[in-house]
């Protein structure tokens, strides 16, 4: 069970901070809710205690993980993805919907990457951003810094592969 001030990430949302527990009606059935104070949008989340694990609900990474992730978002690796969009579609959705940041940090790259080749889809172009938003987040926890300064970051990272440089430069701002 984690407590009120705990930095947790929420799968499909992002990370946020615990600023609440509290009990709520919802649909005739009272529960125990983690009230989540996102950094992004300033925004709220209430998550049921009692399905926090099935959920996939952990706490935010230690900066040296995270240092990793921006590895993976600057790296040039070929990942086979399907050619149809649907599919493709789907194939980055499972790896989203896996809450595992390494994954979500490989969409965001090769959704880059297919970028800079031809236009995104609308739906690959809101998948892209929510996936961004989602180590965004986690990541303004993690080394404490604002929004703005995060994203600028994450951006750098991804374009550092059309730039011909190496993954490990990036993790030195931090």
Same mark, same amino acid.
């Given at each position: ?61 230690? %900066? ?35 809450? %595992? ?74």
């Amino acid at each position: 069970m984690f407590d009120i001030g705990d930095r947790v990430v929420y799968p499909m949302h992002g990370a946020g901070i615990i600023v609440g527990i509290e009990e709520r009606e919802i649909l005739g059935e009272k529960r125990k809710y983690y009230i989540l104070k996102m950094p992004i949008n300033d925004m709220n989340v209430m998550v049921p205690v009692g399905n926090a694990n099935e959920v996939g609900v952990r706490e935010i990474l230690t %900066k040296e993980e995270m240092d990793e992730v921006l590895n993976i978002l600057s790296l040039y690796e070929e990942i086979e993805m399907p050619k149809n969009w649907n599919r493709r579609y789907r194939f980055n959705m499972d790896r989203i919907k896996s809450g %595992k940041i390494e994954e979500i940090a490989r969409v965001v790259r090769c959704l880059e990457r297919l970028d800079e080749k031809k236009t995104l889809s609308t739906g690959e172009r809101k998948m892209l951003t929510a996936a961004k938003q989602i180590i965004i987040s986690e990541m303004v926890l993690v080394y404490e810094k604002p929004v703005e300064e995060i994203e600028k970051i994450v951006n750098e990272a991804v374009m550092s592969i059309w730039k011909g440089e190496t993954s490990l430069a990036k993790t030195s701002r931090l």
